[in-house]
């Protein structure tokens, strides 16, 4: 949004310094982006008069000038074929920046004469194309500076232009009287009376207007209009061109100038069409798809069915509220005009001109949001400045639908301001803040002007309140303390766990990473997910189409994208969500890890090697150990298609209460996520493992033993088909007291162990510790345990001790 400072004060009264508008605004959230001040480019050229002008010795087209200045007289060489004695002249002395050449004068020599600086045309100025001589003043005293010469004679030259940022929620910013109302609010001057026209017909228009019904909903609400017959088009009157000039508008007419007027004086779009050249009547409906227009930027536009656009009997004459068509505009022969102000639905406004790609000032502010209120207001100014500037005659205006009742009321309650803002602000000032901006109180009620669609309940009349009051008055305070002492803990258990479970991850040697929670549908499927329910309305990519049903997929892309940058060994993790429905309550916190490559770099001594299942088992369950999951688990097979057949399982609580997942990745996901194996992986679901009964602020005492403890090893012969773990779960329990580890440390399978041992037979060898807690181990005490553990394993696997 551009307005001027001249523009500004035709709405606001103030004495402030452009400093002082530019700090409110922003402070008042209208944004500064860019000031262009002539002032301040100009501030160092000064008046001069020529005192006598002579023919360079060497040049014809050049003279040798003598000039007087505030410092005294100097000489300037001058090519400018209207340099001669007697006229005072604008100075550029050496040091001065010369905006229209973009350099800064210096002293010189020109053909062997030196010359003290420079005498400007306008053009070197940047005051206009004229550069067929330098500038003559009719008047002026000598050394003073040529901006306050210009304010006086023609301020529009030195007017500052300023450009704002508006806020979708800011519509009414988007005129210039809804930015004085702010800064009167503000306190930087008054609001002026608001502007008034009341134009009375003299015929009834032979253009009647009518809205179709199924436009009237989420189309056009109402449409006004009037003809204006007789009028005179032409160039607009210097003030408004350089009013338009100044905001970088290129003035057209006199009519279409007007319609930019109100667009940025009142946030107003207005139409005029050429009357004689409308067939008929005019009517706001819908297209049926297929209808082309020739618009004002001269584009031809396919209008696709359910778009809201205005035709004449004959045909398509303007794509509502956007942008009119140019076989009706106005020209410069135009006599008869017809002069449009409706209110438009925004949201199909918002449509249409980004299906048809129409960047326009009517679409900008129409998509946002205009005052319903004003409509019958606009078509009378914009009818009176039509007959002061055109002449012409109006008609009665012709109206279709109705004015929209956007009136609303909120609850004023003075203490909310301290509560939601803490600032502390007088309610007799709270309340002429909001009058300032345009509120009606009515007891505690607050009646929201048309003009402000942003505001929608009484939180936002303390935004209203503390935004006039200025944030940057806001102190900081400590919070009052509700206990003396320490306080509560803050942290949720699950937040605990979170924070456990990626410190833990961190000290395992793992990097995390964060990814995005939505990944592509065939990415998705690899992991059980891809379905419907998790896929997003309004994806920003195709690669990000649906929620991630699983951390190891963003994983597993990550681990991809550095390994094509020569990165081979990796160990990745991540704790955030996963989903497996689109309802809030349908996703589950997860901790994923991923190992890629080999366990080190290259060594000496061989101990590099590739990651395997047990790397992934083993970090899972340290993860577990560290959010107190319980120690006693089961380890069963999983069943999901990603890991590799027989090299994954489960940590489980029972065979529905999964703890945990790992496995190797199966070579078939790898190929699709384009990852070079082998990778290992873990998933630790932190939400399964069950919360303890009572939170304790201290650890439990440590559970150390003054006995020594005891060793034994056993090795077993058992069927091909027994699992360790089915071996070591028996032997654990053959005394849950004294039993703390079980470990296996070897296995003998193959053809040599048949061959020993007997066909579809293999050897498992472990390890029992034993830990008294109450006495030293005995003999007879060390062997009665070993009885246990050998029944207990011949009953669970059939084994027996290898002889």
Known sequence: MKFTLSWLKTHLETEASVDEILYALTDLGLEVEEVVDPAARLSDFTLGKVVKAEKHPDADKLRVCTVATDEGETQIICGAPNAREGITVVVAKPGTYIPGLDITIQVGKIRGIESFGMMCSEREMELSEEHDGIIELPEGEVGDRFVDYLAKVDPAKVDPMIEIAITPNRPDALGIRGIARDLAARGLGVLKPAPTAKVEGTFDSPINVTIDEDARVDGCEVFMGRLIRGVKNGPSPQWLQDQLKAIGLRPISALVDITNFFTYDQNRPLHVFDADKVHGNLRVHRAEGGEKLIALDEKEY??????????????VESIGGIMGGLESGCTDETVNVFLEAAVWDTIQIAKTGRALKINSDARYRNERGIDPAFNPVAIELATQMILDLCGGEASHVVTAGQVPDVSRAYKLDTDRVQSLVGMEIPAETQRASLEALGFVLDGDMAKVPSWRPDVLGSADLVEEVARIASLTKLEGRPMARTKVGVPDAILTPMQKRESLARRTAAALGYNECVTYSFIDKESAKLFGGGADATMLANPISSEMSHMRPDLLAGLLQAAARNQARGVADLALFEVGPAFHGGEPEEQHIQVAGLLVGATGPKDLHGERRSVDVFDAKADAEAILASIGAPA??????????????????????????????????????LAKMGVSGPAVAFTVYLEQPPFPRKSKATRAALGASDFQPVERDFAFVVDNSVEALTLVNAAAGADKNLITDVRVFDEFTGEKAEA????????????????????????????????????KVQKATGGVLRG
């Open 302 to 315: 396919t209008l696709e069915a359910g778009m809201v656009v205005i035709s004449d009997d004959k045909q």
């Open 632 to 669: 006693k688990v089961q380890i069963l097979r999983g069943n999901n298609a990603w890991w590799h057949p027989g090299r994954n399982g489960n940590i489980c609580l029972g065979p529905k209460k999964i703890l945990a997942s790992f496995g190797e990745v199966h070579p078939r996901t």
């Open 756 to 791: 020993q041992m007997g066909e579809g037979k293999k050897s498992l060898a472990i390890t029992v510790r034993l830990q008294p807690k109450d006495a030293t181990l005995k003999v007879k005490e060390i062997e009665a345990i070993s009885a246990k553990i050998l029944e």
